[in-house]
T-cell receptor, first 113, second 113 residues
């Protein structure tokens, strides 16, 4: 079955540190890939998405992700995190065969001033 | 502005009670979804609906049913609530086609005693 893996369950960083959150997907065909973020007490919202074209995708708030097909990966990056980036981050994939999103288990990021 | 609302932020019910969770979207979206979010498990799809009166089981439909009588409203029903249904329930909607973003509601935290 199609799956999404996020290996970092809990990440703790200081402000200004660089961030990379791992995401691997299992489906070998064409996929749409997403990163969603859930700030404390807020709705889950889209951070960025990849459908086709440039494998380096830029999202809101300075985040970016790189689609590497050969590695089945879509890692999220930010060069310098802020305290306000404290949140839970979910990677998700969707294949053209279904309309469903498959979510990873999430990564909780804590950024300390 | 895009809006998905859920009838309650917090709900406490007793085992065996029938529970209704309501979701309303104001974006004229065809597709609507119900997920449950549990720590360490991410988001899991319970049911989704392509359009009015259409529904399809997700990955964990057991113990749940849904109703979509109007385009803007998607209800999740727990026929006989059990303690293992204590969870955060998220509703989402999306324009038909599957490539577009899912917009999420604020969630309902349900506790079954």
């Amino acid at each position: 079955a199609q799956s999404v893996s996020q290996h970092n369950h809990h990440v703790i960083l200081s402000e200004a540190a660089s961030l990379e959150l791992g995401c691997n997907y299992s489906y070998g065909g064409t996929v749409n890939l997403f990163w969603y973020v859930q700030y404390p007490g807020q709705h889950l919202q889209l951070l960025l998405k990849y459908f086709s074209g440039d494998p380096l995708v830029k999202g809101i708030k300075g985040f970016e992700a790189e689609f590497i097909k050969s590695k089945f990966s879509f890692n999220l990056r930010k060069p310098s995190v802020q305290w306000s980036d404290t949140a839970e981050y979910f990677c998700a994939s969707r294949s053209y065969n279904t309309d469903k999103l498959i979510f990873g288990t999430g990564t909780r990021l804590q950024v300390f001033p | 502005d895009v809006k998905v609302t859920q009838s309650s932020r917090y709900l406490v019910k007793r085992t065996g009670e029938k529970v209704f969770l309501e979701c309303v979207q104001d974006m004229d979206h065809e597709n609507m979804f119900w997920y449950r979010q549990d720590p360490g498990l991410g988001l899991r799809l319970i049911y989704f609906s392509y359009d009015v009166k259409m529904k399809e089981k997700g990955d964990i439909p057991e113990g749940y049913s849904v109703s979509r009588e109007k385009k803007e409203r998607f209800s999740l029903i727990l026929e006989s609530a059990s303690t293992n249904q204590t969870s955060m329930y998220l509703c989402a909607s999306r324009v038909e086609g599957g490539t577009d973003t899912q917009y999420f509601g604020p969630g309902t935290r349900l506790t079954v005693l």
